[in-house]
């Protein structure tokens, strides 16, 4: 979890000085792969009782949010081509 989710910024800040805007794209979509990545490995570790609740619930929305940002960026990204 510590690998994908912090690789989410990293791509995020790397696709700010993107060849292209395929390019730009291509690393934000990189970046929702890895926020998916983590949103599973957060499943996992609160299904498997690694995490409680509380830890769950307060980092849970911030990937679906991250992840609904990502989605609408590339969306708007692609639409404008």
């Not at 990189?30 to 490995?41: D, F, G, P, Q, S």
């Not at 980092?59 to 940002?69: N, V």
């Amino acid at each position: 979890m510590l690998k994908s989710g912090t690789a989410i910024g990293a791509l995020i800040c790397e696709a700010e000085f993107a060849q292209s805007r395929a390019d730009f794209v291509n690393k934000l979509n990189v970046a929702l792969k890895e926020a998916n990545e983590t949103l599973y490995w957060l499943t996992l570790l609160y299904e498997s009782e690694y995490l409680n609740d509380k830890m769950y619930e307060s980092i849970l929305p911030d990937i679906e949010e991250l992840i609904k940002l990502l989605v609408s960026s590339i969306k708007t990204l692609k639409k404008d081509v």
